[in-house]
């Protein structure tokens, strides 16, 4: 059983940063795909970054130039560094895994003011 935990959110002023970090634990094996959604109030959830199982990258339009994915050292863990904040970017953030199963963190708030 695969468990992913997220940590890094928090408030943080427009054009600010924040680096949101997902460690997997469960396995031995490499995660892939894995990555990073986010939901905000009233909305769905949607697509910020990911790794695919070719370990390419895909990002999230809304995101892209603004946010970027990485990986850890250590086995399945990924970071999401995420600059010129924006209030949009207001949402929690899921760390997503696909396992055998879809499996999603318990999220973390990022909220962002104006």
């Known amino acids: 059983q695969v468990q992913l935990v997220e940590s890094g959110g928090g408030l943080v002023q427009a054009g600010g940063s924040l680096r949101l970090t997902c460690t997997a634990s469960?396995?031995?094996?490499?995660?892939?795909?894995m990555g990073w959604y986010r939901q905000a109030p009233g909305k769905e959830r949607e697509l910020v970054a990911v790794f695919t199982p070719d370990s390419a990258t895909r990002y999230g339009t809304s995101v892209k130039g603004r946010f970027t994915i990485s990986r850890g050292n250590a086995k399945n863990t990924v970071y999401l560094q995420m600059n010129s904040l924006k209030p949009e970017d207001t949402a929690v953030y899921y760390c997503y895994a696909a396992f055998g199963r879809i499996y999603w963190g318990q999220g973390t708030q990022v909220t962002v003011s104006s």
């Open positions: 469960g396995t031995t094996r490499n995660i892939d795909p």
